[in-house]
């Protein structure tokens, strides 16, 4: 019994060490795992997948943030904004090769058609920002800045973008359109300011519709270079997906806007700082909208500062044609419409305090409540033209502050609570990481070597004289077009284009007037019903 106690004893040892060493090993081992990743990690070696995709880390596929978020950190640091981030190292990968240009093989094809006088701070991220949604072609129709060749010379870098300049030869071409002999836009010819811009806009769609049928597009939708198409409800939040589920019996896809609601007056690049929303009428319920209407228009004329009749996208067909900016229509039939649910066009309205002076700027009528009502369409624009017009800068930045800014932060929750105010970060965080990955200053940069190649050839050239004196007047004559006023075409009866033929305006419902930007349905219009 004596002797086999040290025995035993010596056998309870060496099970206790075997238990220990197993348990110091099991500890050790997640521990020196766990370093083992904080290393690969702290070196750049692994991205943790849910940190990639937080909301608070906006990240893309094949998208690498460590350089240009450092640069965006120097950026803020420093005090100073690069609207094109032409201080940001280029780290998207798909560009590098891709450059955006779908392929044939890419079905529904889309395109967009703009009538725009915007410089490249704010065209670059509208066009890059629906390239990535979706969209193949653009047909931009410009004039005044949009025009320059500063400009110009790198949108006709872009794959699968066309300018067209606003010249002489396009003028008489568009003076002789079948729209200068008709009735249905007929009220709005020979009007200045935004009726001017909207007879313009209605030529270009009708232009546009010839340059997209050659191009082989399936749809085509009218949008300005401040609002951007909200795809919703969509698979891999993709225009072209969301199309391409629309039954082919239907003719014309509605997308009821949504209007922006800018929470400071020193906003400088709308479609990176702005998430705040107020919903369109068609997505809310009819009580929520009537019974806060009040509060939401805060002593404005309306719902929305401007127009609430959305957007439309058309199939591309025979004898389609436009209808004003805002819709399309069919000259031997009524279109098969459909209203979509959830998608939406975002219309960045009045985001920036220059906005009022710029709207000032480009119109010459009278700061007067009768003479503003030739120029603009909606109440809005009108109160804003004759406060930019008779105001001290002072008094302009204070009544911009209260009738477009939401500083009030209880009203801001009480109606995102309702589920009239919403929050859209998808847009913001896709241009945000389009220009920090460098794409806009890589555009830029491209269009400067090319112009480089381009001079050089031409200095090489035998012909160098004749080719450069014909690409200055090639230049010129497109600046010094951007100012042509629609208003000349066919007017008095001479000049060297065709003057339009009054019609009788007849009923037929196949010619409807034009539809107009129109403002949102207001307290007057609620129809009580009786059961």
């Known amino acids: 019994m004596a002797g086999s106690r040290p025995s035993s004893l010596s056998s309870l040892s060496s099970s206790q060490n075997f238990t220990s060493r197993l348990l110091f090993l099991l ?79 890419l079905k529904p094809k889309i395109c967009i058609t703009s009538s725009t006088s915007a410089g490249l701070e704010q065209t670059l991220p509208w066009i890059f920002y629906h390239k990535f949604i979706g969209v ?82 399936d749809w085509i939708i009218h949008l300005d270079t401040d609002e951007l198409l ?39 690049e709308p479609f990176s700082e702005v998430s705040l929303f107020k919903k369109n009428y068609d997505h809310l319920p009819k009580e929520v909208y009537f019974g806060n209407y009040k509060e939401a228009t805060r002593g404005n004329p309306n719902y929305f500062l401007t127009y609430g009749n959305g957007k439309a996208a058309a199939r591309i067909q025979d004898h389609l044609r436009p209808n004003g900016a805002h819709r399309w229509h069919n000259y031997m039939k009524i279109p098969n419409e459909i209203k979509l649910d959830d998608a939406a066009v975002l219309h960045y309205t009045y985001t920036k305090f220059s906005d009022l002076t710029s709207r000032r700027d480009r119109c010459g009528c009278k700061p007067t409540k009768d003479d503003v009502k030739r120029c603009f369409m909606l109440e809005f624009d009108r109160a804003a033209f004759i406060i930019a017009s008779t105001a001290t800068e002072e008094e302009m930045l204070h009544w911009y502050r209260e009738r477009v800014v939401w500083t009030d932060q209880s009203l801001k929750i009480k109606l995102m609570k309702k589920g009239i105010l919403t929050r859209i970060y998808a847009p913001m965080i896709i241009v945000q990481g389009l220009r920090e990955s460098g794409i806009f200053s890589n555009v ?29 007047s090639y230049i010129s ?53 009786i059961f």
């Open 27 to 105: 500890t050790l081992l997640p521990l020196t795992l766990a370093a083992f990743a904080f290393i690969l990690q702290w070196r750049g070696g692994l991205t943790d997948p849910l940190s990639r995709w937080s909301p608070d880390h906006h990240e893309f596929p094949g998208m690498e943030t460590a350089s240009s978020s450092a640069s965006l950190s120097r950026i803020k640091d420093s005090g100073c904004r690069d609207p094109l981030g032409r201080s940001h190292d280029p780290s998207f990968p798909y560009y590098r090769n891709w450059k955006f240009d779908f392929g044939s093989d």
């Open 136 to 217: 193949s072609s653009f047909f931009l129709f410009v004039e005044g800045k949009a025009a320059s060749p500063n400009v110009t010379k790198v949108l006709e870098t872009i794959p699968g973008v066309k300018v067209i300049y606003r010249t002489r030869e396009l003028e008489e071409k568009q003076a002789r359109s079948r729209i200068w002999n008709e009735t249905w836009l007929a009220s709005f010819f020979y009007k200045p300011c935004n009726y001017e811009l909207f007879v313009k806009q209605s030529l270009n769609m009708e232009m546009a519709i010839v340059l997209a049928r050659e191009a082989g597009m």
């Open 230 to 268: 909200h795809p919703a409800g969509a698979r891999e939040y993709s225009l072209r997906h969301l199309l391409s589920d629309v039954p082919g019996k239907i003719d014309m896809v509605i997308f009821p806007n949504y209007e922006s609601g800018v929470e400071r007056d020193d906003v400088k």
């Open 444 to 472: 830029i940069a491209m269009s400067h070597k090319n112009l480089t190649e381009f001079i050089s050839s031409v200095e090489h050239s035998k012909s160098s004289k004749a080719v450069s004196s014909g690409e200055n």
């Open 477 to 529: 004559n497109a600046t010094e077009s951007g100012v042509i006023s629609s208003r000349k075409i066919g007017q008095h009866g001479k000049s060297n284009t065709t003057a339009r033929r009054v019609l009788q305006i007849n009923d037929n419902t196949s010619f409807p007037s034009a539809v107009p930007p129109q403002s949102p349905p207001g307290p007057e219009d609620i129809q009580v019903e």
